[in-house]
């Protein structure tokens, strides 16, 4: 079985700009969540969906969304770029049986890189 | 609020050697704890999950987990290290306060196993 899946794995912006980044789930999966990976603020969750609804947000600015398809795939958007944003951003997925029991399991990541 | 620590931010072992990867965590409930592995320029790699029974949890790779309730500790173990062991290895709680599947991140500890 394939694992997440994440488009496209390096990006360069300029600040004030916008990005979209995808993710795939596992084919089954139907939770998709979102995290921001840096070297000083670690791994801080951003958004979580189920069934094309946000279950759930973390604190960041209104200038990240996000949404998820009728396939359970999710994008991510960033707009108004900023220097901080340069990232890596995971995408991981869950089969959403059970929250107590389900496993997370992560894409490889994109890397955000904003100049 | 559900946090994680991991005290250390370097362990070093030589091959062959046991390791020890330190956790606590502090929760309002029962605690829900995963341990991730990150490679280089990859994304988190789940290792092993303490949802409820035996206090020793089994993982991949040789990797085990000892869940310490009274510790408020969840210390990730491996009887022989390997060079290729060595990675970033990250302590989640899962907050289901929330009622969701967010997955709250300890610092991280870099693992070098040295030959």
């Known amino acids: 079985k394939a694992g997440v899946t994440q488009t496209p794995r390096y990006l360069i912006k300029t600040r004030g700009q916008q990005v979209t980044l995808s993710c795939s789930p596992i084919?089954?999966?139907?939770?998709v969540s979102w995290y921001q990976q840096t070297p000083g603020q670690g791994l801080q969750f951003l958004f979580e969906?189920?069934?094309?609804?946000?279950?759930n947000k973390g604190n960041f600015p209104g200038r990240f969304s996000g949404r998820q398809f009728s396939n359970s795939r999710s994008e991510m958007n960033v707009s108004t770029l900023e220097l901080g944003d340069s990232a890596l951003y995971l995408c991981?997925?869950?089969?959403?049986?059970?929250?107590?029991?389900?496993?997370?399991?992560f894409g490889p990541g994109t890397r955000l890189t904003v100049l | 609020a559900q946090s994680v620590a991991q005290p250390e931010d370097q362990v070093n072992v030589a091959e062959g050697n046991p390791l020890t990867v330190k956790c606590t965590y502090s929760v309002s409930g029962n605690p829900y704890l995963f341990w991730y592995v990150q490679y280089p320029n990859r994304g988190l790699q789940f290792l092993l999950k303490?949802?409820?029974?035996?206090?020793l949890v089994k993982g991949s790779y040789g990797f085990e987990a000892e869940f310490n309730k009274s510790q408020t500790s969840f210390h990730l173990k491996k009887p022989s290290a390997l060079v290729s062991d060595s990675a970033l290895y990250f302590c989640?709680?899962?907050?289901?306060?929330?009622?969701?599947?967010?997955?709250?991140f300890g610092s991280g500890t870099r693992l070098l196993v040295r030959p």
């Open positions: 991981a997925s869950s089969l959403a049986f059970s929250i107590v029991e389900d496993t997370q399991y």
């Open positions: 989640a709680v899962r907050d289901v306060e929330d009622s969701s599947y967010k997955l709250i």
């Open positions: 303490y949802i409820t029974g035996d206090n």
């Open positions: 084919s089954g999966h139907r939770s």
């Open positions: 969906y189920f069934s094309e609804t946000q279950r």
